[in-house]
Structure formats: C-alpha cells, structure tokens
C-alpha cells in the first residue's frame, strides 16, 4: 500500500502538500523554481525530488495523500527518482550525440567518396611508380657532396614521389616537412615499398590509430574507388595519435638541429 502510494505520488508532479497560511513565505522558497500554488486546491507545490525533500524535512509541510509513517520512504523514493531521471537524460544526450557523430561521418565519407573522380587518378597511380634512376651527376657536383655529405642527407627523398593528398593528409594531422624527412630512419614504420616518405609515414598511423567512430560499409563500387590514399577514409584523430605526432615533431626537430651543429 505504501509503496504504491509513494510511487504513484513521484509519478504525477507537481507534489503537492498542505501547509499553514503563516509559513507561506517560506514554504514558497523551499519549493524552489519548479514551485507553484494551486489555487483551486490551496496547497503548494514543486516538481523536484529535492526541494520535495527540503519540504518534507521543515516538518511545515505535509505531502498529500502521503501518511506520517511514509515520509521516511518517501524522501528516499525520491532520492532514487530523481537518480534515474538525471541518468536516462545523460544517456538521451550521449545517444543524441552520438547519432549526430556517425551522421556527420556518413556525410563526409560519402562527400569524399563523390569528389573521387574529380581529383588527378593518374597523377596519384604515377606516385606508386618505381622513381627513375637520377642522371649521372658532373663531377664537381659530386666533389660537393663528399665536402658537405648533411646536405645530400638532407634534401635527399627516399621512395617516389607524394600525391597531393598525403601532402594534404600528413598537413592536416600535423607532420612536419622534418618529421617526414626524419621518418626515413625510423624502422618501425616498417618497409617502403613503393610509398613515398608521406605514404609510409601514413600507412603506419592507420595501422596503429584507429577510428573511435564506426566506418560506414561501402558498396562495390565505392570500395574499388578507395584503392589510394587520396580516396581513403580520413585518419583517426585521437589524443593518442597527437601526442604521437608530436612526439615525432620534436624528435625530428632535435636530430636536425644536432646535425647542424
């Protein structure tokens, strides 16, 4: 009967209670902004479980329908009611959230997936291509390398050359011109291939950060179209990922520093 009684009560707010007319002023600040006077019944009434708890406690104010020996359950009933309330709306807001996430993530992949066919394919498919051997240099050109061997270090490129859209990517999460020269001494990006510095470079990021949000499946079509970089999906974009971009940036900006010295 009385668990009934007090779960009917929390079910239809406001809760109304009675009180005397000489504690109005403060009855009507301890319902709090969800407070109200119900004129055709003459009693005041909130619609939070906390200041119905604050009211029960003055001992001004009585819950109707709601016998003495039930406050103590009530209060706690309360308690618990509005626990569960504030929790369902965490998880109404983290489940509106997360389908505006995946929505903007169906977007963009079908928004890159559609700009495929106006960017340069042959220019991205010439890239994997093995870089010719390099002309024969004069003489006196090779005299300068042997007086100055950090030069050639340093404007040398390993692999073909980059497609425009590992340029773009390796810009866009944060790698240096350095940290990708500096990429050519790290063996744990594993091996070349046919990639150039910026490929390799990438391909170990996918490998090692993953997406936090689920990859929309694609067709046939869409996946055939997906064979390079400049058409894949866009790199994860983790606190992981940065510190690790970072990490590489500084890196790379210390080895060349110590080779000018």
């Known amino acids: 009967m009385a ?23 403060l009855i009507r600040q301890l319902c709090g902004p969800t407070g109200r006077f119900d004129y055709e019944r003459k009693m005041w009434g909130t619609s939070c479980e906390e200041a119905l708890r604050n009211l029960i406690a003055s001992q001004k104010w009585r819950p109707m329908g709601i016998e003495r020996a039930w406050y103590a359950p009530l209060m706690r009933a309360a308690q618990a009611h509005r626990a569960k309330a504030e929790a369902e709306w965490h998880a109404k807001q983290e489940a509106e959230a997360k389908a505006a996430k995946e929505a903007e993530t169906r977007k963009r992949a079908v928004t890159w997936l559609a700009d495929a066919g106006t960017r340069p394919k042959a220019k991205a498919r010439a890239s994997f291509a093995p870089a010719p051997a390099p002309a024969p240099e004069p ?70 950060f993953e997406h936090d949000e689920p990859v929309p499946e694609l067709t046939r079509e869409e996946r055939r179209a997906s064979w390079s970089y400049e058409c894949r999906w866009p790199l994860a974009d983790t606190a992981d990922s940065r510190a690790y971009v970072d990490k590489l940036n500084k890196g790379a900006a210390e080895a060349a520093a110590e080779a000018a010295r």
């Open 139 to 208: 003489a006196v050109a090779q005299a300068s390398w042997r007086d100055h061997p950090e030069e050639k270090k340093k404007t040398a490129r390993q692999g073909p050359e980059p497609t425009d859209a590992e340029v773009a990517e390796c810009a866009r999460i944060g790698f240096t011109e350095e940290s990708i020269a500096h990429s050519q001494t790290l063996n744990e990006l594993g091996p070349r291939g046919s990639l150039s510095d910026e490929g390799r470079l990438l391909r170990y990021y996918s490998l090692v």
């Open 3 to 25: 668990d009934e009684a007090i779960q009917g009560y929390l079910d239809h707010p406001p809760y109304l209670g009675k009180s005397s007319h000489q504690d109005n002023v």
